[in-house]
């Protein structure tokens, strides 16, 4: 749960389900090629912020959008997710270039 609700992007490709009838393990089999969607930096209005949208929008309410974003919240603890924001924007190039997107969006309107 932690993993997804940090991830930058979300998983598109064309999944072939044909071999999910219940008989088996289930398989995620892909046709094709797999992709990286990240979308506007922006959330359109009266949608709430996903992926790398959360690094961008509402950065004072960062942790509560992270959270929002799951219907069961048993489980999630909110310190793990406020530590595991720090640690990112500390170490991690992507955060800090999407925080610095964040920062010019800011100060240009």
Do not use: W
């Amino acid at each position: 749960m932690y993993n997804v609700m940090f991830a930058f992007t979300s998983p598109g490709a064309k999944v072939d389900n044909r071999f999910n009838n219940g008989r088996c393990p289930p398989n995620f089999r892909i046709q094709g090629q797999s992709c990286h969607r990240i979308g506007s930096m922006l959330p359109m209005p009266g949608q709430n912020p996903r992926f790398a949208q959360l690094y961008v929008y509402d950065i004072e309410n960062e942790i509560e959008n992270r959270m929002h974003g799951f219907r069961s919240k048993s489980g999630v603890d909110v310190n793990i997710v406020r530590k595991l924001s720090e640690m990112l924007y500390e170490h991690n190039i992507h955060a800090q270039s999407f925080r610095m997107a964040r920062d010019r969006l800011c100060e240009e309107g």
